[in-house]
């Protein structure tokens, strides 16, 4: 214990309560602080959205101004809670990502490729359904983005076990479609 505390009760009491009332008016600014980084974020978000369709000086300017205080502010609450990283401490190596799917939200067109032949190529056996392989790509049709779900069904012989599938459609694997007509012409 240290000796600078009082040993009266209600000394301790009003000090306690003291205390807790900082501790309640830190933890609100906190909580306005992860707000205010909130808004920022979706505005920068926004900006973001706007700025995808064509360029604007000014709008990239305000967003680097915002980006500057989301980092300012972000830096101000790590350091009030605590989570500043130490420099002597390593840091992980990057981990690779991987890709999100696209929100359910967004309207889907789906594309069914079936086999070409509807019984077994390697013995003439009936087929039956085992399960599908489905690739999803990003159109953005008159500033509406959309997606189309290319679906592959697998079948299985009766017979020998042998799998077949449709080919795969030949054309970007990044996700986001190839289609001019669906981009805005430079």
């Not at 900082?22 to 600014?29: C, F, G, I, T």
């Not at 190596?93 to 359910?104: A, D, G, M, N, S």
């Not at 390697?122 to 500033?143: H, I, N, P, T, V």
Request: net charge positive; hydrophobic share 35%; aromatic share 2%.
């Amino acid at each position: 214990m240290s000796s600078s505390l009082p040993d009266d009760i209600n000394a301790l009491k009003r000090l306690l309560a003291e205390q807790e009332a900082l501790n309640r008016a830190l933890l609100e600014k906190l909580n306005e602080r992860e707000r205010e980084i909130d808004h920022l974020q979706a505005q920068l978000d926004k900006l973001r959205r706007m700025n995808f369709g064509s360029r604007s000086e000014k709008v990239s300017r305000r967003i680097a101004q915002m980006e500057a205080d989301l980092k300012a502010l972000q830096k101000e609450s790590d350091t009030l809670t605590g989570r500043v990283d130490d420099p002597a401490v390593q840091r992980p190596l990057r981990q690779t990502r991987t890709r999100k799917p696209f929100p359910e939200s967004l309207p889907r067109d789906e594309k069914r490729l079936l086999p070409a032949a509807s019984c077994c190529p390697e013995c003439g056996g009936s087929l039956s359904y085992l399960g599908e392989d489905a690739a999803e790509q990003l159109e953005l049709m008159r500033s509406v983005f959309r997606v189309i779900r290319t679906v592959r069904e697998k079948h299985a012989c009766t017979q020998c076990d042998a799998i077949v599938q449709a080919p795969r459609l030949h054309g970007p694997s990044s996700g986001v479609s190839q289609d001019r007509g669906c981009w805005p012409a430079c």
